[in-house]
C-alpha cells in the first residue's frame, strides 16, 4: 500500500499538496484539490477520491498527515472533499488516533453533528468506526450530543443508527434537555416513538433553558398524537422528581445487560450510604491501624520521604511512593531555601499554628488558662467600634467551639489606664509598621490585640482560635488546656493571598451553601481573596450564581475581611473578532458585582484581547470591558512573553499574573517580565486536582512552593492558586485543599522551610480544617493522589523522581484514563502485582475502625465542627473505589494482554475491554454501574447539578465499553 495507490494521473500532485499540508496553506491545498478534479490536471473526481484517501504521505493518508500536524482548517477541506477519517496507515492508526488536543477532535465532531443533521448514516458509521465517540457534544455551553441533533433534525434511519452503536437516549444537555424534549418540541411522531422503544425517560424535567420545570411528557400534553403516544408508554416509567442529573433513570446501554438493582446491589439516590462506597468485594475490607501499646498511633507522616533510598508500596508507612521527590522540591526551590531561621520557639504547641506566625517570643511566667466567659474591652480609636464588634463577632462561634464565650465588656479611651478585661482590643495603623501586622500578647491571664486595620484583625482572631485550639489538645509534655505566655508578631509576605475556582459548566460547581463553608475555611487559613472564573461566550456568561446570590455571598465574603473578585475566560474557538461582544457579556455580568475592586482575566481571553490591542483605528479592547476608572485589571503575563508591542496597550495600572501548573514549572519568567516593565506581578500556581481521581499532590505542593516562594523573592504582591476543571470533572473538590492549605501558609510566611511543609501537611489538614487531630483524613487525602502519581511514572516508565508533566492534563493520571478511555493506556510498564499493591495500599490509607476501638475515618470526622467535613469523607471513600475498580479494570487488561513469548516482542499489550472474557467484563459493569450511581448521590450532597451529567458520561461509556453487545430490555 502506499504511492502505488495513487492515481497515475497524480502522482506529481502528492508532493504539491505535502508542502501545502506542511505550510498551513489551506488556500493553496483547497486550490490543488479542486486541480485533481479536472482531467486536465490528469485527474477527475473519481481519481481525486482515490488520491485523498491513499496512503500517499509518510504519515498515512493526507487526512492523517493534517490532523498529526493540527491543521484545523485543512482537515475540514478534506473532510468537506470526501475524506474516510477511518482510514488505518500502516501502523493501524485512523486520523483520529493521531489527533494532538481536543481542538482537532472538535472538528471530526463537527462533521459527525453536520453528518446527523444531513441524515448521512454512512459517514456517520465512518465516523463512529474511526473512533469518535458517539456521546460526544457539540461544546461545553450546550453539550447536546449526536443523538440530540438527530432528534432536532434527522431521519429516524439516522436516529436508529445511533442508538444501535451506543447513544444514551437519556442523555442530558447543560439545561438538563433529553433527545425526547427535542423530538417533542419538534413534533416528529415517528423520532418519539422510536426513542420511547428504546427506553427514553418522559419524566425527566428541564431545570432551565426555553423548556424550564418541563417534561417530554408535559410538553406532549398539547399536541395530541404526541400526547397518546407517550400515555401508552408512561406507564413503564415512574416519574422522578429532579430532570436528568439524578432521576431514577438508567441508560438503555447499561439495561441491555439484563441485570436489575437487586442482582447488582444498588444502593440507589442520596440514600447511598458509606456501606455501598466500600462493597466492591471482600478485598474492600477496612483495617484500623493498631498503635503502640494498644493506643491509637497516627504517626506524622512527610509528604515526601527522606532521602534514604525506599522501595515504593512495600511498607505500612503511607506515603513512601516518590523516593527523590524531597531532592526535586529542594532543587527547584532551592533558591529560597537560606532565608533566616525561624527564632527558636520550645513549646510543641506554638510549632502546629498554620500559617506559621512571622515572629513568636515565648515569655516566662504562668500560662493562660481562658475562662469560659470572657470579656472584650475595645480601645475607641480612628476605626469604629461597632466595626471592631462586628470582626468579633464573626469569630464568636469558632471561639465557643473552643470553649471561650466573649461578650462585649466595656469602650475605653486611647489615654485610659489598661482594663481588667480578659481582652483588650486596639485597630490602628499609627500603632504598626504595616497595615496588615498585628501583635498579639497573652501574659498575665490577659490577651492583648494590637492590629493596623480591620483586616488584621481577622488575622489575629484567626491565630488565638488556632492557639485556643492547639492548646485544648496538647501532648508532647504541654498542659492541656493552658496557653503559653508569648507575643505573636506577625504581617503577610504577600498582600494579596487569594484562591481561584473554576466555574466552568461542566466543572464541579458547589452549592451557595457550600461556597459560604468555603470562604470560612479560607479565613481560617488567612486568605484574603475569592477568584470566581466564569467562561463567557460573545452570547452570554456561564454564570452559575443568580445576582441576589452573588450580592449575599459579596457581603458574606466582605464580613470576612475577604475580597470576592470576578474572572472571566473563554473557550479556544472564540477569535479577536468577538471582542465588542464579548466586551458586552463581560460588562453584563459585572454589574452583578456592584463593589468588584479586581477583575481577572483568564489566559484565553488574555491573548484575544492583546490580539485585538493590535487592530489600528479602533478603540482599546481593555477599555471595552467597561471598568470603572478604580477597577485594577489582572492579566495573565504568560501571553506577553515575547510581545512587547501587545504589553504596551495594556494599561498602566494592570497586574500581570504569571500562570504555572506543573511541579517543574519555572516562574521567573514572569518575575523578569514584571522586572523589566515595571509593573506589579502576581503568580498563579494551580492545585494540580484535576484529570485524575484523587488529585497530585506532589505536583500541587511542589508547583506552589515554587511559584510562592520564588514570587515572593522575586517582588510579587500576590498569589492565587487556582483550582481547574477538567472537561470530565471526577476529581472531587476535598483534594484541593492540600495545595490550597501549602499556598495559604507559604504566602502569609514564606519563609516557612520545605521540610515542615512536606512533613506536616496531613497534619495541618486534621489540626486546621478538620479540627479532629491525628483523626487520618489529612494523611488519606494525600494518601491517594500520591498512590495515583506513583502508579502514573510506572506506566510511563518513569523514574520515582521525575516530575516531567505532572499533573497531566491531557491525557490524564493512569487511572483515570483506566475509567475514560482504557483502550488506550499503554500497559507495557505495568503489572498485575502493581494494581494489587496500589489496591492494597488505598485501603490501608482510608482506615476505618475496628472491634479493638480503633477510631476511623468516619467516626473521627462526626466528631468534626467543619461543616464539610461529612462531604469529605463521602468524597474520600467514592475516590477510593473509583481507584479500586479502575486497578481491577488495570489489572484485568494485563491478564489477558500478557504476551507468552515477550521476549519476541512487547511483554504486555492493551488488548481494549471488548476482548476481555463476558464473565469478567459483566463484574466489571456491576461494580461500575454501582459506582455510577454513588456517585451521583455523592455529587448532589455539594455540587449543582449542571456538570454532573459531563462527569456520568465517563462512567457511562465505559459500560458501554463493557457491554456493548447486550440486547435492550426493560430493568
Known amino acids: 500500500m502506499g504511492e502505488e495507490q495513487v492515481p497515475p494521473g497524480l502522482v506529481d500532485a502528492v508532493d504539491s499538496l505535502k508542502e501545502a499540508l506542511k505550510a498551513g496553506r489551506t488556500d493553496i491545498f483547497r486550490k490543488l484539490l479542486d486541480a485533481c478534479q479536472t482531467e486536465s490536471y490528469g485527474g477527475g473526481p473519481e481519481a481525486r477520491n482515490q488520491l485523498i484517501n491513499s496512503l500517499a504521505t509518510e504519515d498515512g493518508t493526507f487526512l492523517h498527515m493534517a490532523t498529526k500536524l493540527g491543521r484545523g482548517d485543512i482537515i475540514r477541506a478534506l473532510l468537506a472533499a470526501g475524506a474516510d477519517p477511518g482510514v488505518h496507515d500502516t501502523a493501524g492508526s485512523t486520523p483520529l488516533h493521531l489527533a494532538p488536543s481536543p481542538a482537532i477532535t472538535a472538528i471530526f465532531t463537527e462533521e459527525l453533528l453536520r453528518a446527523t443533521a ?401 470562604v470560612d475555611s479560607l479565613l481560617a487559613l488567612k486568605i484574603n481573596q475569592l477568584h470566581l472564573l466564569f467562561r463567557v461566550t460573545p452570547s452570554a456568561c456561564g454564570h452559575p450564581y443568580s445576582p441576589s446570590e452573588v450580592v449575599s455571598l459579596d457581603r458574606y465574603c466582605s464580613d470576612r475581611g475577604i475580597t470576592l473578585v470576578p474572572a472571566f475566560d473563554i473557550e479556544d474557538n472564540v477569535t479577536s473578532g468577538q471582542v465588542v461582544s464579548l466586551s458586552g457579556v463581560i460588562s453584563a455580568a459585572l454589574t452583578h458585582f456592584p463593589s468588584a475592586r479586581y477583575v481577572h482575566i483568564g489566559p484565553r481571553l488574555t491573548a484575544v484581547l492583546a490580539e485585538a490591542s493590535l487592530t489600528e483605528n479602533s478603540c482599546s479592547p481593555w477599555a471595552q470591558l467597561g471598568l470603572t476608572q478604580s477597577t485594577v485589571l489582572l492579566v495573565c503575563a504568560n501571553v506577553f512573553h515575547n510581545k512587547s508591542q501587545q504589553l504596551a496597550s495594556l494599561p498602566p495600572s494592570a497586574i500581570l499574573v504569571e500562570y504555572g501548573f506543573q511541579a517543574d514549572y519555572d516562574f521567573s519568567c514572569g518575575v523578569q517580565l514584571a522586572v523589566g516593565t515595571g509593573r506589579p506581578l502576581a503568580v498563579c500556581p494551580g492545585t494540580a486536582a484535576w484529570s485524575s481521581l484523587s488529585g497530585w499532590p506532589e505536583a500541587g505542593v511542589s508547583n506552589v512552593y515554587s511559584g510562592v516562594v520564588g514570587g515572593v523573592e522575586g517582588g510579587a504582591m500576590g498569589v492565587v492558586v487556582a483550582h481547574w476543571s477538567s472537561t470530565a470533572a471526577l476529581t472531587p473538590l476535598v483534594f484541593a485543599w492540600p495545595p490550597i492549605l501549602v499556598a495559604a501558609g507559604l504566602s502569609w510566611n514564606h519563609n516557612t522551610h520545605w521540610d515542615y511543609v512536606h512533613s506536616s501537611v496531613g497534619a495541618l489538614v486534621d489540626t486546621h480544617l478538620v479540627r479532629v487531630p491525628g483523626c487520618g483524613l489529612g494523611a488519606a487525602l494525600v494518601e491517594l493522589g500520591r498512590c495515583e502519581t506513583w502508579l502514573t511514572r510506572m506506566s510511563r516508565g518513569q523514574s520515582p523522581a521525575d516530575v516531567t508533566d505532572l499533573p497531566s492534563s491531557s491525557p490524564g493520571s493512569a487511572l483515570y484514563q483506566l475509567l475514560a478511555d482504557p483502550d488506550s493506556l499503554p500497559l507495557e510498564n505495568l503489572t498485575t502485582e502493581i494494581f494489587t499493591s496500589v489496591m492494597r495500599h488505598v485501603r490501608r490509607a482510608v482506615r476505618e475502625g475496628d472491634n479493638a476501638g480503633v477510631q476511623g475515618i468516619s467516626q473521627a470526622s462526626a466528631a468534626s465542627p467543619w461543616p464539610l467535613s461529612t462531604l469529605m469523607v463521602l468524597e474520600l471513600h467514592l475516590s477510593m473505589d473509583m481507584i479500586i475498580t479502575a486497578c481491577r479494570l488495570g489489572r484485568s487488561l494485563v491478564s489477558v494482554g500478557t504476551n507468552p513469548r515477550s521476549n519476541m516482542g512487547v511483554a504486555v499489550v492493551n488488548p481494549g475491554v471488548g476482548n476481555l472474557p463476558p464473565t469478567l467484563r459483566t463484574d466489571l459493569a456491576n461494580k461500575v454501574l454501582s459506582l455510577r450511581e454513588v456517585y451521583s448521590s455523592v455529587w448532589q450532597q455539594g455540587q449543582q447539578a449542571a456538570g454532573l451529567q459531563s462527569s456520568l458520561l465517563v462512567l457511562t461509556s465505559l459500560l458501554a465499553r463493557l457491554l456493548p453487545d447486550h440486547s435492550l430490555q426493560t430493568s
Open 118 to 518: 444531513q441524515s448521512d448514516v454512512g459517514r456517520v458509521c465512518q465516523l463512529v468506526a474511526a473512533g469518535l465517540s458517539i456521546n460526544s457534544h457539540d461544546n461545553p455551553l450546550s453539550r447536546n450530543t449526536p443523538l440530540h441533533w438527530a432528534a432536532s433534525f434527522a431521519d429516524a434511519d439516522t436516529v436508529t443508527c445511533l442508538i444501535a452503536r451506543g447513544a444514551d437516549v437519556n442523555a442530558a444537555n447543560t439545561d438538563g434537555a433529553t433527545p425526547l424534549h427535542d423530538a417533542v418540541a419538534r413534533g416528529d411522531e415517528a423520532i418519539v416513538k422510536l426513542l420511547l422503544q428504546h427506553q427514553a425517560n418522559p419524566h425527566i424535567q428541564c431545570y432551565k433553558g426555553r423548556h424550564k420545570g418541563k417534561t417530554a411528557f408535559e410538553m406532549a400534553s398539547k399536541k395530541l398524537n404526541l400526547k397518546v403516544l407517550l400515555e401508552e408508554h408512561a406507564v413503564t416509567k415512574e416519574p422522578t422528581q429532579v430532570n436528568g442529573i439524578s432521576n431514577g433513570s438508567v441508560s438503555p446501554l447499561l439495561e441491555r445487560c439484563s441485570l436489575n438493582d437487586r442482582e447488582l446491589g444498588l444502593s440507589r439516590g442520596a440514600s447511598g450510604s458509606l456501606e455501598s462506597l466500600t462493597s466492591l468485594g471482600a478485598d474492600s475490607v477496612m483495617t484500623g491501624l493498631e498503635g503502640i501499646n494498644g493506643e491509637t498511633h497516627i504517626p506524622r507522616q512527610p509528604l515526601v520521604n527522606s532521602s534514604q533510598p525506599r522501595s515504593p508500596l512495600q511498607s505500612s508507612s503511607s506515603l513512601e511512593l516518590s523516593p527523590g521527590m524531597e531532592q526535586v522540591c529542594e532543587r527547584l526551590a532551592s533558591a529560597q531555601l537560606t532565608g533566616p531561621p525561624r527564632p527558636l520557639v520550645t513549646n510543641p504547641s506554638l510549632h502546629l499554628l498554620w500559617p506559621q506566625p512571622r515572629r513568636i517570643i515565648e515569655l516566662s511566667g504562668a500560662g493562660w488558662s481562658p475562662p469560659s466567659a470572657a470579656t472584650l474591652a475595645v480601645v475607641n480609636g480612628i476605626v469604629p467600634v461597632h466595626k471592631i464588634v462586628d470582626v468579633w463577632d464573626i469569630h464568636k462561634i469558632w471561639l465557643e467551639e473552643v470553649g471561650c464565650i466573649v461578650s462585649l465588656g466595656t469602650v475605653v479611651g486611647t489615654r485610659d489606664l489598661p482594663t481588667q478585661h480578659t481582652f483588650t482590643c486596639i485597630v490602628d495603623s499609627a500603632l504598626t509598621s504595616h497595615p496588615h501586622q498585628y501583635t498579639l500578647t497573652i501574659q498575665d491571664n490577659k490577651v492583648t490585640m494590637v492590629c493596623g486595620s480591620v483586616e488584621s484583625l481577622h488575622s489575629a482572631l484567626v491565630t488565638l482560635v488556632q492557639l485556643l485550639r492547639v492548646c485544648a489538645t496538647a501532648g508532647n509534655g504541654s498542659e492541656k488546656g493552658v496557653v503559653p505566655p508569648v507575643v505573636i508578631m506577625d504581617q503577610p509576605s504577600l498582600v494579596h493571598r487569594g484562591f481561584l475556582l473554576d466555574l466552568s459548566p461542566h466543572a464541579r460547581v458547589p452549592t451557595l451553601e457550600r461556597v459560604c463553608q468555603m
